[in-house]
């Protein structure tokens, strides 16, 4: 599935189960929370944090769906065409670092 179709799947679970769009910044303070919450693990289960037994059985997919979720609500709300900005946006990071990180001595 592509972002546009993402957004468009979104759009039509918030009109048949959500009822409508929490608001913007409802929403950004869910954002927050969501990747918080994948903080948590990544702190812990890859840094180096001990991962508490209770926090083990915690999905970072499903974590990072959370995040994507709520990212398209926002895209959605906002009117944004989130496959146009991140295509956008990919184009302006390869014109800009398309060497960067290949002579970049730390990453060798």
Do not use: P
């Not at 499903?62 to 295509?87: P, R």
């Amino acid at each position: 599935m592509n972002i546009a179709n993402a957004q468009k799947a979104v759009d039509a679970w918030i009109k048949e189960h959500g009822v409508r769009y929490f608001n913007e910044l409802t929403n950004m303070a869910q954002l927050t929370e969501e990747v918080g919450e994948v903080a948590r693990i990544i702190a812990r289960r890859y840094g180096e944090q001990s991962e508490k037994e209770s926090d083990r059985a915690k999905d970072l997919g499903e974590e990072l769906a959370d995040v994507v979720f709520v990212v398209l609500c926002l895209a959605n709300q906002t009117g944004i065409n989130l496959q146009e900005a991140f295509d956008k946006k990919l184009d302006l990071k390869t014109q800009r670092d398309k060497n960067r990180h290949k002579n970049n001595e730390k990453l060798k």
